[in-house]
């Protein structure tokens, strides 16, 4: 997104708090540093989720970090970003637990289906596969299902 939609954003997310004082230069500057990736057509949905918060959150760049998690839970084809197939650091972690719980509870045909659909780099599945394995292993050893 570019700077001025993300003040636009802070306007409406100020104007639905009923705060009058926009926060300084620097604060924008800063907040903006950490969310400039976000894509713009996220902004609607960062700001409705942010104002149905009971009060303004005390960190704006982690309240957009969230809602754009949000969004892309929500609209898991909607993301704007390209990961590398093999391994990308920057993916979600949020799907990498919807993807952990759709193995223990669906199984891997499943499991596999929704790795497609948000385009889990390769190793993220491995890192899933391994952390279900991993998990069930312990339980085995502790004598649980």
């Known amino acids: 997104m570019d700077k001025s939609a993300f003040i636009g954003a802070i306007a409406k997310i100020w104007a ?3 705060l009058s004082k926009l926060p300084n230069d620097k ?3 800063v907040w903006f540093r950490k969310v400039e990736k976000i894509p713009e057509k996220a902004v609607d949905h960062i700001i409705d989720y942010i104002t149905d918060m009971e009060s303004k959150p005390r960190n704006m760049a982690v309240a957009f970090c969230s809602g754009y998690s949000n969004f892309c839970r929500e609209n898991p ?3 704007n970003i390209a990961y590398d197939a093999f391994d990308d650091p920057r993916f979600p972690i ?3 637990w ?3 719980r759709i193995l ?3 199984g891997e045909e499943s499991f596999l289906r929704y790795c497609q659909s948000v385009g889990m780099p390769q190793q993220d599945i491995e890192r899933v596969r391994n952390k ?3 998990a069930y292993s312990l339980e ?3 004598g649980g299902n």
């Open 16 to 18: 639905a708090y009923d």
């Open 27 to 29: 604060s924008i500057d």
């Open 77 to 79: 084809n909607q993301r």
């Open 94 to 96: 949020d799907f990498l």
């Open 98 to 100: 919807k993807a952990y």
């Open 104 to 106: 223990k509870d669906g």
């Open 132 to 134: 279900y394995h991993y």
């Open 140 to 142: 085995d050893l502790q």
